[in-house]
C-alpha cells in the first residue's frame, strides 16, 4: 500500500511544481527507495498546503483590515465634519444672542 499524497489535480494546484516533480519521481522509485521517502514527502506536502492556507488567511485578514481602516477613516471625516458644522452653528447662535 502506497503512502504517497495522491496527486490529484486539486492538490498539484495548490502545491509547488518542484514538489509535484519530486513527488513523481520519488514514485517511480523502487519500493524499498519509496517507502523511505514517501513519509518524507507526505509531511513536506502537508506542511507545504498549511503554510498555502496560513497565507491565504493571513491576506485575507488583512484585506479586511483595508476595508475596516477605509471605513473608519470615512466615518472619521463625517464626525470632524459634524462636529465643525456643529461648532460653527453653536458659534452663530451665540453671535446672534450677543448682539
Known sequence: MSTAPHMNNSNTEELPTDLVELARLIAALPR????NLE????????STKRRRRILNLVQDALSQ???DMKYLVF???????ERDDARQAL?????????
Open 32 to 35: 524499498e527507495h519509496r517507502t
Open 39 to 46: 513519509p518524507v514527502l507526505n509531511r513536506v506536502t502537508e
Open 65 to 67: 483590515l483595508r476595508l
Open 91 to 99: 458659534e452663530e447662535e451665540t453671535n446672534r444672542g450677543e448682539e
Open 75 to 81: 466615518d472619521l471625516e463625517a464626525t470632524r465634519r
